[in-house]
C-alpha cells in the first residue's frame, strides 16, 4: 500500500521561499517517478513538476526557473524547492507517486495535500 506523507507548507510573504517534502512508503521507490501538484482555489489540479526514477525533471511554465523538484531515494523523499513565490502559487499542493507514459506524467497515488498561501 502506497502511502505519501507531505510537510512543509505554510503562509510566506511574496518573493519568499519554501520547501515542502514527501516521503513515501509502500513501493520500491528508487523505480518509480514522483510529482508534485497544485490545486488553487475554483482551478482545477495541475501538474508543477515530476521527477523519473533517473532524475530528469518537468516543470509547468509557469514554475520554470523558480521552482526544483528533486529526489533521495535512500531517504525515499522527494522535495519542491519554492523561491520567488507569488500570489498565484497559493494552493494545496499534492505529493504524487505515478509513471510517464509517451512522455507525460501521469499521476497514480496521492499524499493528503498541504497549504501553502502567499500573501502580504
Known amino acids: 500500500q502506497v502511502q505519501l506523507v507531505e510537510s512543509g507548507g505554510g503562509l510566506v510573504q511574496p518573493g519568499g521561499s519554501l520547501r515542502l517534502s514527501c516521503a513515501a512508503s509502500?513501493?520500491?521507490?528508487?523505480?518509480?517517478?514522483m510529482g508534485w501538484y497544485r490545486q488553487a482555489p475554483g482551478k482545477q489540479r495541475a501538474l508543477v513538476a515530476a521527477?523519473?526514477?533517473?532524475?530528469?525533471?518537468n516543470y509547468a511554465d509557469s514554475v520554470e526557473g523558480r521552482f526544483t523538484i528533486s529526489r533521495d531515494n535512500a531517504k525515499n523523499t522527494v522535495d519542491l524547492q519554492m523561491n520567488s513565490l507569488k500570489p498565484e502559487d497559493t494552493a494545496v499542493y499534492y505529493c504524487?507517486?505515478?509513471?510517464?507514459?509517451?512522455?507525460?506524467?501521469?499521476?497514480?497515488?496521492w499524499g493528503q495535500g498541504t497549504q501553502v498561501t502567499v500573501s502580504s
Open positions: 504524487n507517486q505515478g509513471a510517464y507514459y509517451s512522455a507525460s506524467y501521469v499521476p497514480h497515488y
Open positions: 509502500g513501493s520500491i521507490f528508487s523505480v518509480v517517478a
Open positions: 521527477i523519473t526514477s533517473g532524475g530528469s525533471t
